[in-house]
């Protein structure tokens, strides 16, 4: 029987050929160093080669895995159909293209450690640091875009729900993905709403991000369709299910003890 990894990693792709392997080393380099037990699961969609590549790598290191296929189906499905693959006591995600240091994570443990639920990094905080900033035009369409978020959903409480550099104890992702529906973008602020309407703990902390000036987002279509998938998840049942009381879970120090 396989022993249960402290840590599963998704990287969602798209056409990442690029920057993939230079993030698995660098993640794993990292990990390593830590001497955590991790998987590190990659959706990779796109006809670019990162999948193969990926693919490659899994052949000479099971703690790696590749799915997705040519199509582009959505950052929310790959994330989604990752935790699904998962195993980890603790699940996360991060950009490919590495925009958030893997080194942040020594920010979100000690809150995992705490019992927090899901903790999420953000770039809108104190404690943040934007190392390379969007464009003006990105960062004033994000300014809007988080007033009409924050007016639907109600998540006044998160500053930054796009930072995609999020992690969840093991149980609770599974539980919010196994509901989420969103393919798109807005899966960042469906999970969260998911979550805040279940009761889970939601910690937001500050961690470095850098841009890097590659937006796949469509200016036009693309915000057309955010706008209708934020009215599907304050308007369209989301989160209305019941949930069961979440397990008592063992502390990190402790997992690497009984795992």
């Known amino acids: 029987m396989k022993r ?12 990442e050929a690029r920057a993939i392997q230079s993030t698995l080393d660098e993640v794993q380099a990292y990990l390593d160093g830590e001497g955590l037990s991790y998987e590190v699961v990659v959706p ?13 790598r899994a052949r000479r290191d099971a703690r790696v895995q590749a799915l997705g296929g040519p ?17 980890g006591r603790l699940i996360g995600f991060a950009d490919a293209d590495n925009k958030t240091p893997i080194s942040e994570l020594e920010k979100v443990f000690p809150w995992l450690e705490a019992g927090w639920d899901v903790v999420i990094g ?8 934007v190392e390379v900033a969007q464009p003006l035009y990105r ?13 639907l959903t109600g998540l006044w409480e998160v500053h930054d729900t796009q930072c995609g550099f999020k992690f ?28 805040a309407r279940a ?3 939601i910690k937001e902390v500050g961690v470095r991000w850098r841009d890097d000036g590659d937006s796949r987002l469509e200016l036009v279509r693309g915000n057309w369709r955010n706008l209708i998938d934020l009215l599907r998840i304050r308007f369209g049942g989301i989160g209305k299910e019941k949930q069961p009381a979440a397990p008592a879970r063992l502390p990190l120090a402790a997992w690497r003890k009984v795992g």
């Open 4 to 15: 249960v990894p402290e840590l599963s990693l998704i990287l969602p792709a798209y056409n």
């Open 44 to 56: 990779a969609d796109g006809d670019d080669g990162t999948r193969e590549a990926v693919a490659r």
């Open 71 to 87: 199509g582009r189906r959505g950052k929310g499905r790959g994330v989604r159909e990752g935790v699904a693959r998962a195993r």
């Open 122 to 129: 953000s770039r809108a905080l104190g404690d943040s640091r």
């Open 139 to 151: 960062r004033l369409g994000s300014r809007c875009f988080g007033l009409g978020m924050h007016l």
């Open 168 to 195: 969840f104890q093991g149980e609770v992702a599974r539980d919010l993905f196994a509901r989420q529906r969103i393919d798109g973008y807005m899966f960042d602020v469906e999970v969260l709403y998911l979550a």
């Open 199 to 201: 009761g889970y703990r």
